[in-house]
């Protein structure tokens, strides 16, 4: 089992930055795949970014490569996304997922953490 606690959301201004972090409560380095997902209000849960648990392998959703980037620092079972130039549209509930690499689906999740950007 592997808990996971999302941080660092917040109301921003567009054009602005946030860091969401994600603590996991036990080591995920060489074993787990490491994403962010969001939901806006009225839509369905969608796939922002991930990270093979060395980081040689990213991925990101379309609209925010080249603004957002996903990091993690295994030695504290800690993973990041850093979100720059924030729109409106990138408003919404981030959550933190975790999946070990042989398996299809991300099986543990955070709570979510509420990001809101304003116009």
């Known amino acids: 089992q592997v808990q996971l606690v999302e941080s660092g959301g917040g109301l921003v201004q567009t054009g602005g930055s946030l860091r969401l972090s994600c603590a996991a409560s036990?080591?995920?380095?060489?074993?787990?795949?490491m994403a962010w997902f969001r939901q806006a209000p009225g839509k369905e849960r969608e796939f922002v970014a991930a990270s093979s648990w060395n980081s040689g392998y990213t991925s990101y959703l379309d609209s925010v490569k080249g603004r957002f980037t996903i990091s993690r620092d295994n030695a504290k079972n800690t993973v990041y996304l850093q979100m720059n130039s924030l729109k409106p549209e990138d408003t919404a509930v981030y959550y933190c997922?975790?999946?070990?690499?042989?398996?299809?689906?991300?099986?543990?999740w955070g709570q979510g953490t509420q990001v809101t950007v304003s116009s």
């Open positions: 036990r080591r995920t380095g060489s074993t787990y795949t």
């Open positions: 997922a975790a999946r070990l690499a042989t398996s299809p689906k991300y099986d543990y």
